[in-house]
């Protein structure tokens, strides 16, 4: 599909989607924003693509909302806006593939808000995140945040709009690992084609399952990851998995003990 706001790159079943708009630090206008939903719900059905990895780059992640359209939006008439938001964030949060933010720099209210609806997120040591959205007399999105940081720090960031450096979002939890300045791309790169060797529909179901076990009690949760189980133990990709995994573990027990035989 062709977009003008949009990189997308597909090799070894990862697809990188990049923000391009970096002359307005990514901001969020309703093009970019019509185009994310359309992209998104584009890879969902595509059976080339396990992994996706959305990013703006080692130097930006996104600016948030364009202020200049937002300057033009009337309470009376901003229906179709708000909807192109939350459309992209539901395409995101519920695509089928697992979705990685790559962090380079900054992430603010919107741009905040996609990093939000991805599954993992990856930050440079110059990233920092703000749901600056009240400080705009704007309502910030609370949930998912609670569910990731707690409910004490969600609140913290979304009442107080306080600008959030990489280390931060670490210690809560936000942000999964930090990487050097300028090397967040690659090693969400490399991370992301590792998940991507493994099988397509457990990283499918394992991610319907994270959004599905926050509807049910425990019982129900614990029941589905049986049948999950179930469903993929001791078939014939289980099996090849299996028999790789030996070959290394003899292999690395050869090199370090030549003459020793050993039982599995």
């Not at 780059?57 to 939350?86: I, P, Q």
């Not at 519920?94 to 808000?113: H, L, R, T």
């Not at 939890?173 to 992301?192: D, L, R």
């Amino acid at each position: 599909m062709n977009a003008k706001y949009l990189s997308l790159n597909v090799e070894s079943r990862v697809a990188t989607v990049l923000l391009n708009r970096h002359d307005k630090g990514n901001a969020l206008s309703p093009d970019v924003l019509g185009e994310l939903g359309d992209l998104f719900e584009h890879l969902d059905s595509r059976p080339d693509v396990s992994v996706i990895i959305l990013t703006g780059g080692e130097k930006m992640f996104s600016a948030g909302f364009d202020l200049d359209f937002l300057k033009t939006v009337r309470k009376g008439a901003n229906e179709a806006f708000t909807a192109l938001f939350h459309r992209a964030y539901r395409a995101i949060m519920f695509c089928s593939q697992p979705v990685i933010a790559a962090v380079g720099g900054p992430a603010m209210a919107g741009g905040f808000d996609l990093t939000l609806m991805c599954d993992i997120r990856y930050a440079s040591e110059r990233a920092k995140f703000s749901q600056r959205e009240i400080t705009l007399s704007l309502t910030p999105i609370l949930d998912p945040l609670w569910r990731v940081i707690g409910l004490g720090a969600a609140k913290e960031w979304a009442l107080t709009g306080k600008i959030i450096d990489a280390r931060e979002a670490f210690r809560l939890g936000y942000v999964s690992q930090v990487f050097p300045e300028g090397t967040v791309v690659e090693k969400v790169t490399a991370i992301a084609r590792e998940m991507a060797s493994y099988d397509r529909t457990c990283l499918m179901e394992t991610k319907r399952l994270s959004i599905d076990l926050l509807h049910n009690s425990l019982d129900g949760s614990l029941r589905i990851q049986e049948w999950l189980f179930r469903t993929y133990v001791g078939s014939e990709d289980n099996h090849s998995r299996i028999d790789s995994l030996l070959e290394k573990i003899r292999a690395s027990k050869k090199k370090q003990s030549p003459a020793s035989t050993e039982t599995f």
